[in-house]
């Protein structure tokens, strides 16, 4: 409070106006704002910041915290978020939760939830119209459904269903676990009003899909009429497939049914569902959608059997990863059909051939000329050379408006536009087959010159240009095309082979990111032609918005070590994740990540490096923000077992929320752990992948 002589503005505004205010600052600061003064509790009290409470992400808010505020409200809320607080404990969640009688949504995505305690909130609220929640045993929720005539009448008013499974396969325990559910009924059976289903499994454990499918599940096809929306993320879980997959045959079958929202990520249309009922369902649903999600589908003859017309409202497309023989050229077409499109993602949406010629560039040019709305474009993971004397990608992207891009993913190579040698421009990047590299006239070798005489032109007026084009961008990923997936994820070493035209982007080039002072999520992955990683200072000092960092195979060696001295200077980072190999995780480390005054979540994986405890340590107990720390080295399991216990207890009653993951790089239960990992951190940040464009249907799930 601004006070001058004893007089304090707000005793002279209205408790309406005030009310008004108090809706803008966070729920989770309730109980600090009712401590502020007798007038600020009283109007903490009324009914307007209670109907929709948002406690998602609440770190730093224990359980009797929660309490209190439900109790405080339990008469007025209307929609309850209380996603990823996977620290409260079922058994708090079903005894106050119940209290609230007037909850019409209703959103539990990675807390912790008994079967038992499931049960209790759904019999208990009687106006609950929209759910979503995670569950440990896919069998035992189903067995809860139709085992219990309670359960089972309270969920015949829901119109909007999320699943979220964190069950693995396992063995002949999952073979089990599909017989039984394959004797069941569904959800389906006792929701006839239900227009969203969204089952989501733990996503990110396997790059490779199940083709097996059994039989499909018992359900009541008059009950599909009314969905509108049906989604999946890409889940190796057998199980959740099974159970998603059951239903969505059913919902293809169905004539004249209407998708607004349609996920079938990881779909195999060759063994999973009849092609054919895809197909129609899909062109019967095109008037209507809005968002449609085909990434990693598989399918023959893509272009053939997939066409995207007369849809005027479709919003949001995803063609990430698909896997087909054929090329996108035909997606692109399509796509640029659709006038409405706000997000467009074409990550690595080149099936076999990981090179855009010319045709895939015209059908660009042809998506951004006709798609004035476009806001957010991926199209990282392909590699777009200069093809002669034909336009860069960069040409094609600038020669349009679009200075109301938010979002943009790029590969890497993309941003060097010539190369010369002795002043002549060579054509030795030139893709003449579909697949094949071309071989350049010598090894590339790291060097920051970017002079007249050097080997790259002027590179750093790519990204000089494109800040041009869209001065107000806020998420920008710049990801190296040999990039194939993070080495925590697999219990052997992952393949890093970077494109050897990325060779040629340098230090000074890089820095030109540093003009996009509206940055908020910057990822840089793969960047060869780094020598001392210099660069990062002047973006700390530009991006002073920056929350969300990501660097990975930042240079080709150790030489970067001094480039950490730069992280103290990003004072609004939230989130920072490092894969590194040969890091120096010592107390000078320690002392910069300390600058980052807000910083919640750091993650480092780091190859052929030990953390040292003593430091780290200290650096936990003075990042008094922190609580997610995941360190993936190669210190001895003994010794990661050992701190992080000791951490974890130290730490998680002080600071509610906080979650502590040592462990050995490549031992073989990395896989179970991170399957144990609360879904907000390994889809988020332990998970190491583009973001731009890949969740368009988080308001389905509270997000």
């Known amino acids: 409070m601004e006070t001058r002589d004893k007089f304090c503005w707000f005793d002279h505004i209205s408790d309406d106006i005030l009310l008004h205010i108090l809706c803008f600052v966070p729920r989770t600061d309730w109980k600090h704002t009712t401590k502020v003064c007798a007038r600020f509790r009283n109007v903490c009290q009324d009914k307007e910041l209670f109907r929709k409470s948002v406690l998602s992400y609440a770190y730093g808010m224990s359980e009797r915290d929660l309490e209190e505020y439900l109790r405080a409200g339990c008469r007025y809320i209307e929609t309850l978020n209380l996603n990823h607080c996977y620290w409260f404990s079922s058994t708090t969640l079903a005894a106050f939760i119940p209290r609230c009688k007037k909850i019409q949504e209703l959103f539990l995505l990675d807390c912790k939830l008994t079967a038992r ?81 969204c089952v989501i499994g733990t996503p990110g454990l396997s790059q490779k899909l199940s083709k097996r499918l059994v039989h499909t599940l018992i359900v009541k096809t008059e009950h599909l009429q009314n969905l509108k929306t049906m989604s999946i993320n890409c889940t190796n879980d057998a199980t959740s497939r099974l159970y998603f997959f059951g239903i969505l045959v059913k919902a293809f079958d169905q004539p004249g049914i209407r998708f607004t929202n349609l996920s079938v990520s990881g779909l195999d249309l060759k063994q999973a569902v009849k092609r054919s009922y895809f197909i129609r369902s899909l062109k019967e649903s095109c008037p209507t959608l809005e968002n449609l999600d085909l990434s990693k589908v598989l399918i023959d003859e893509l272009e053939a059997s997939i066409t995207i017309e007369d849809a005027p409202c479709l919003k949001h497309l995803n063609l990430a990863d698909i896997r087909s023989e054929s090329r996108c050229l035909g997606l692109l077409i399509s796509a640029s059909r659709c006038s409405n499109l706000v997000s467009l993602n074409l990550k690595g949406a080149t099936s076999g051939c990981k090179y855009w010629g010319k045709e895939e560039l015209e059908g660009l040019d042809l998506v951004l000329k006709n798609c004035r709305n476009l806001q957010h474009l991926n199209i990282s993971g392909v590699h777009v050379h200069e093809n002669g004397p034909d336009r860069t990608l960069m040409d094609v992207l600038t020669q349009h408006d679009i200075t109301a891009f938010k979002s943009l993913a790029l590969s890497v190579c993309c941003l060097v536009s010539r190369i010369n040698e002795k002043g002549k421009t060579t054509k030795g990047f030139v893709s003449k087959g579909l697949g094949k590299r071309q071989r350049i006239a010598r090894q590339p ?17 790519e990204l000089s240009r494109l800040h041009k084009a869209c001065p107000r961008i806020t998420s920008l990923e710049l990801i190296n095309t040999g990039f194939s997936q993070s080495v925590v994820l697999t219990s052997h070493k992952s393949v890093y082979d970077p494109c050897k035209v990325s060779h040629f982007l340098r230090e000074n080039d890089i820095t030109q990111v540093s003009c996009m002072t509206s940055l908020r999520y910057l990822q840089l992955t793969g960047l060869p032609g780094v020598s001392n990683g210099r660069f990062l200072k002047e973006i700390a000092t530009n991006c002073v918005h920056l929350e969300t960092l990501w660097l990975a195979y930042i240079g080709l060696g150790p030489q970067i070590q001094g480039m950490w001295d730069s992280l103290k200077f990003f004072k609004c980072l939230l989130d920072l994740r490092i894969e590194q190999p040969w890091m120096k995780l010592d107390e000078h480390f320690y002392q910069s990540c300390l600058g980052c005054d807000r910083l919640q979540r750091l993650v480092i994986v780091s190859k052929n490096s030990r953390f040292e405890p003593k430091p780290l340590e200290n650096f936990v107990a003075k990042a008094t923000r922190l609580y997610v720390i995941q360190l993936f080295t190669d210190t001895p399991l003994k010794d990661c077992d050992r701190y992080q216990t000791v951490l974890q207890k130290r730490y998680e009653c002080q600071r509610p929320g906080f979650h502590a993951v040592l462990e050995h790089l490549h031992h073989e239960r990395v896989p179970g752990v991170l399957a144990a990992l609360p879904l907000v951190h390994l889809d988020d940040i332990t998970h190491l992948s583009s973001r731009v464009c890949s969740k368009p249907l988080l308001s389905l799930w509270g997000e």
């Not at 559910?181 to 059976?189: G, K």
């Open 117 to 197: 305690a499931l049960t209790k909130i759904l019999c208990s609220l009687e106006c609950l119209k929209s759910i979503v929640f995670s569950v440990y045993n896919l069998l035992e929720f189903s067995n809860i459904i139709n085992g219990n005539q309670d359960v089972q009448f309270a969920l015949r008013h829901l119109k909007h269903f999320g699943l979220h499974v964190r069950e693995e396969s396992n063995g002949n325990k999952q073979n089990s676990l599909q017989f039984h559910l394959s004797q069941q009924t569904t959800v389906i059976e006792y929701c006839p009003n239900l227009e969203s289903f």
């Open 445 to 461: 070798q790291p060097s920051t010159s970017t002079g007249e005489g050097s080997d790259i032109g002027s590179c750093c007026t």
